[in-house]
């Protein structure tokens, strides 16, 4: 990903260009190190790769989402909508990354998220829970195999939540990431009952 290349390429990322190489292996890292944006030298397993790895994580999970939309053959629904919201969450998702990639630097290239995006995530929310029936029992995460994916990414986005709340105790970090990062679970928590339901599949309710 973007953190492990060259830190020159990555100061180029940050500014409008047209056209960037991208060297795929640097041999930087080959000694369990790795740089942060402003050329900080870090361990790769240290607190601050573990919350940007967590984050690419969950980043590759909601691709995955947005690849089994595409293997729905339901002819009754459009799913264009969920896809360019997922597209957009995964845009949003590596402006996050190079948030945390820059708490140790003072360089105002690093792009900020933007406090709507999380109001865009709320009325996606708001929007999907007209289709469903009210919620009054836990349900078990499955269903069909997009609806599975959303509530496994749900769970990574609450794992990734997790190690950003420790960075955050560490280095300060724009508070619009971690109510990002809720917002966006609850998203990921409603869009997988939204699926199921659009593919006429029923609910498990948990048998206590």
């Known amino acids: 990903m973007w953190w492990r290349m060259e830190m020159s390429v990555i100061f180029t990322l940050l500014k409008p260009v047209f056209y960037i190489h991208m060297q795929i292996y640097t041999k930087t890292g080959d000694g369990g190190e790795t740089s942060l944006i402003g050329g900080v030298r870090v361990k790769k ?7 940007i790895g967590e984050v690419d994580e969950l980043n590759a999970a909601v691709g995955v989402l ?15 909508s969920a896809k360019n919201q997922l597209m957009s969450i995964q845009n949003n998702l590596f402006v996050v990354g190079a948030n945390l990639a820059g708490t140790q630097t003072d360089l105002n290239r690093v792009p900020k ?5 999380v109001a865009d995530l709320e009325a996606e ?10 919620l009054t029992q836990f349900i078990l995460p499955g269903g069909s195999e997009a609806a599975a994916q959303g ?8 794992r990734a939540e997790r190690r950003v709340v420790e960075m955050g105790e560490r280095h300060p970090l724009d508070p619009n990431i971690k109510k990002y990062l ?11 009952r939204w699926i199921n339901r659009r593919e006429g599949i029923g609910e498990s309710v948990w048998e206590k």
């Open 151 to 158: 509530f496994y990414t749900r769970a990574i986005c609450r």
């Open 125 to 134: 929310i708001d929007k999907m829970e007209t289709d469903l029936p009210k």
């Open 113 to 117: 998220l933007k406090e709507v995006v």
């Open 182 to 192: 809720n917002r966006l679970s609850d998203y990921l928590f409603v869009l997988g």
């Open 45 to 51: 397993n240290c607190l601050e790769m573990e919350a």
């Open 66 to 80: 947005a690849g089994f939309l595409d293997k729905v053959e339901d002819k009754k629904n459009d799913w264009t």
